[in-house]
């Protein structure tokens, strides 16, 4: 059975940084990309970043470019998202997804992502 777990979330202001962490279990992590998407009250999931398999290409949505940082440690089974100079509009449930991709780059479309986690809160007060 797979887990997708995510952890990190909390509530800071703006300016401040957070890392969430997302951490798999029941699949083999080195063949899966993995993405970070989010979803603010009232509006659609959208995508934050990504990463292929092996670490080696990462894509970001304009809106956290320079700003949020994705990595993977794939001896741990673990993505990160390091988020630095946080804004209220990035206050949103945010969610790891993983993709079986094992050669292509991440892809940004939450329709290829195979497994998800249940998502935490990330607010930044003005």
């Known amino acids: 059975q797979v887990h997708v777990v995510e952890s990190g979330g909390g509530l800071v202001q703006a300016g401040g940084s957070l890392r969430l962490s997302c951490t798999t279990s029941g699949l083999t992590f080195r063949r899966y990309a993995m993405g970070w998407f989010h979803q603010a009250p009232g509006k659609e999931r959208e995508f934050v970043a990504a990463?292929?398999?092996?670490?080696?290409?990462?894509d970001y949505a304009d809106s956290v470019k320079g700003r949020f940082t994705i990595s993977r440690d794939n001896a741990e089974n673990t993505v990160y998202l390091q988020m630095s100079s946080l804004k209220p509009e990035d206050t949103a449930v945010y969610y790891c997804a993983a993709d079986y991709n094992p050669t292509l780059p991440a892809s940004r479309s939450s329709k290829y992502y195979n497994y998800w986690g249940q998502g935490t809160q990330v607010t930044v007060s003005s």
């Open positions: 990463i292929n398999s092996d670490g080696g290409n990462t």
